[in-house]
C-alpha cells in the first residue's frame, strides 16, 4: 500500500529546511554543502511565497488570473521580494538581500553550469540564510521553527557554527530589544542574549540565577558563589568567590576544638 502525505507550502519548507541544517552540522563534504546551499535556497523561495499565498493566493502566479492552475509559472524569488515589498509592506534587510542574492547564484551555478565551491563561503553563506529563515518565519508566518530544533543536537551542532552565531546574535537582540527585555553576557557561550526576565540564555540555552552576595552585595552568577557559615548557628549564605579569595565575610567557623580531639 502506498502511502502519500499532502506538503503544503510550509510543510515542504519546514522538510526542506531539516534537510539543509542535516546536511550542515552532520557531513563537511563539498557534496553535502551543495545540497545545503540548494536546499536552504529552496527554503526561502516557499516561505516567501507561504507570505505571499497568506496576502492572496493570486499572487503566487506570475500571472494573479493563472490562480490554482498547475500547469502555469509561480513566481520567482526576486518576484516574491517585489511583491512582497510593494504589497505587504516587508522587506528583507540589506544584509539579508545580499546573502540572498550569493545563494542565488551560487545554486545557478550548481543547477546549470559547472562551478567551484569554496566551502568556508558557502557554509557562511548557508549559516546567515539558517538564521534568516528561523526569523522571517517567526515574524511574517508565526511558527517557531528554531523551538523545534532546540529540542535536540542539531541546536548544539548550530550554535557550533560561527557564521551562524554571529548573525543568529543579532537577530535575538533585535527581538530582545523590541520586547524591552533587559539582557546580559551570558556566562556560558559569551554572547550579548542572556534573558535576565527569564534568567535563560536565549542562544544556548544555558540557565542561571544571578545572586547578591551577602558579603559585599554584588549581583554575581550563583556559579560564582559558594554557600558559606555566615553564624554560630550555622546559618549558610551566597558568598561570591572574590570575597571568599580576600576574606570579605565576617564569620569564620571555630575550628580550634579539633586540637583538642587529637
Known amino acids: 500500500m502506498t502511502t502519500k502525505k499532502h506538503f503544503d507550502l510550509l510543510a515542504n519548507a519546514q522538510d526542506s529546511l531539516a534537510h539543509a541544517i542535516s546536511h550542515l552540522v552532520e557531513d563537511q563534504s563539498p557534496s553535502k554543502w551543495k545540497i545545503a546551499v540548494r536546499e536552504v535556497t529552496h527554503v526561502i523561495e516557499l516561505i516567501l511565497k507561504e507570505r505571499l499565498r497568506r ?87 508565526e511558527v517557531d521553527w528554531e523551538k523545534d530544533f532546540r529540542k535536540d543536537d542539531r541546536w548544539k551542532a548550530l550554535i557550533a557554527i560561527k557564521e551562524f552565531v554571529d548573525e543568529h546574535e543579532k537577530v535575538l537582540q533585535e527581538r530582545l530589544e523590541r520586547n524591552s527585555t533587559p539582557t546580559t553576557e551570558c556566562p556560558a557561550c559569551c554572547s550579548s542574549v542572556f534573558n535576565l526576565d527569564d534568567e535563560k540564555c536565549e542562544l544556548c540555552g544555558h540557565i542561571e540565577s544571578q545572586i547578591e552576595c551577602y558579603a559585599c552585595g554584588t549581583c554575581v552568577w550563583e556559579s560564582d558563589t559558594e554557600l558559606i557559615p555566615v553564624d554560630e548557628e550555622g546559618c549558610r549564605e551566597h558568598i561570591c568567590t572574590y570575597c571568599i579569595e580576600n576574606a570579605k565575610y565576617e564569620y569564620e567557623p571555630d575550628d580550634s576544638y579539633r586540637d583538642n580531639e587529637d
Not at 516574491?80 to 538581500?97: E, F, M, N, W, Y
Not at 551555478?109 to 529563515?133: N, P, T, W
Open 55 to 141: 496576502a492572496h493566493p493570486a499572487f503566487l502566479w506570475v500571472r494573479v488570473e493563472d490562480l490554482n492552475n498547475p500547469d502555469k509559472n509561480t513566481v520567482t524569488i526576486d518576484d516574491a521580494q517585489i511583491r512582497l515589498d510593494k504589497i505587504c509592506h516587508v522587506r528583507l534587510t540589506p544584509g539579508a538581500s545580499k546573502t540572498l542574492d550569493l545563494c542565488k547564484k551560487l545554486r545557478n551555478q550548481i543547477e546549470h553550469f559547472e562551478f567551484q565551491l569554496d566551502e568556508a563561503g558557502a557554509k557562511a553563506i548557508v549559516a546567515r540564510l539558517v538564521s534568516f529563515i528561523f526569523s522571517f518565519t517567526a515574524q511574517h508566518l
